[in-house]
């Protein structure tokens, strides 16, 4: 039996991408669709990282042609391209898309959640980088198991240091450990735009500026001069870190960065030895707050010992235990993240010409 493109298409309309919710020839995922009698050949390009979903998609889409009959030649693949940023900002060379992950409140386990997702989108198949922003007080060089000095090559610009797959660039690589920060805001903002701007990353899809607390310096300069596709604020149910991440929220949408969703940390806290699960810090605040502001909740992570113990060593949880119920957790809220920076529309500032007005 002979079928056409639009039986094709037809059939798929009817299947919904697990993390996009859409089908993929509405979001026009579907590419490059050829059909010869009753064989069908089709790419589908999916706009955000998702290796551990390829599978799980492809079944579906095959299971929608089964009853078309014939052959069926799939292709999945990746392509993640740059998304808008702040207006009169240009993108940082070899850096798709910055993303932002903030507090109004420290103690909240930002840096832990910002790690974990920057691994975790690793995992699923992007290039990322991790900025550590908090200059007073680094901790990604111990998050991810680092230590030593960066190379440079010039003497004007350094390597980003690795590991478990992820650049980083970190003061705490340049200064001893012991040593305390002892700047003011301008010294400060500037160590932070020389680590962001004079690291030669490498072809990232995604950098993660794991930011200091509060609403200071740092982060009007990150606004003002730092080309930022979207924030993600992380928050414990408590009320009094609620209200300081509320501060933050409002702080991104008053300087024109799109918040990306809210991170809901500690959320439960789950015995080590009975497994027994309580809401020490309150329960369903990070939920309301997105409520009241109209943004989307990402997730929520459990108060567990292991992720401190992990992160603490050097080896995270979504390396430490990549198959386990916590690191599926990073994943599922990395992929929303990525889902909602391809949602964005798409960085043209490279394809205008630059316009120079010369004096004959």
Known sequence: MSITAEDVKAALVKVLDPNTGKDDVTSKSVRNLKVDGSDIALDIELGYPAKSQIEGIRAAVLAALAPLGGKVTLNISTRIISHTVQRGLKLLPNV???????????????????????????????????????????????????????????????????????????????????????????????????????????????????????????????SQKVPVTGAVIVTTPQDIALLDARKGLKMFEKVGIPILGVVENMSTHICSNCGHTEAIFGEGGGAKMCADFGAEFLGALPLKLSIREQTDSGKPTVVAEPDGPVAAIYKEIARKIAVKVAEKAKDMSSKFPSIVVKND
Request: proline residues 7%; negative net charge; charged residues 15%.
């Open 96 to 222: 798709k898309n910055i993303i932002a992950v903030a507090s109004g409140k420290g103690g909240v386990g930002k840096s832990t959640t910002a790690v974990n997702l920057a691994l975790a989108l690793a995992a699923e198949g992007a290039s990322v980088g991790v900025l550590d922003a908090d200059i007073y007080g680094p901790s990604q060089p111990m998050m991810l198991g680092v230590s030593g000095r960066p190379v440079t090559n010039d003497g004007k610009t350094m390597e980003p240091m690795e590991n478990h797959g992820v650049q980083v660039t970190s003061m705490g690589f340049l200064i001893d450990p012991d040593e305390p920060m002892v700047w003011r805001g301008p010294m400060v903002t500037q160590a932070m735009q020389q680590l962001l701007e004079q690291t030669n990353w490498r072809d990232l899809d995604y950098l993660i500026v794991d930011m200091p607390p509060g609403t200071g310096d740092i982060q009007l300069t990150l």
